[in-house]
């Protein structure tokens, strides 16, 4: 199954289309990434996001 929920970072509508339709800014996944214990390149994905502060 796809996963098609989407929702608007600025109003927090949930929507199925790609922009949002009252606000009219682009939408992201709603749902969160999946995880494995077993990732590899983990590591590396949180020292970048600590270089760019986003975390």
Do not use: Q
Not at 12 to 41: I, M, N, Q
């Amino acid at each position: 199954m796809k996963l098609r929920l989407r929702k608007c970072p600025k109003c927090g509508r949930y929507t199925l289309r790609a922009v949002c339709p009252s606000c009219g800014s682009e939408t992201r996944s709603a749902h969160p990434p999946r995880f494995s214990p077993e990732d590899k390149w983990g590591e590396y994905r949180r020292k970048a996001k600590l270089h760019w502060n986003l975390i």
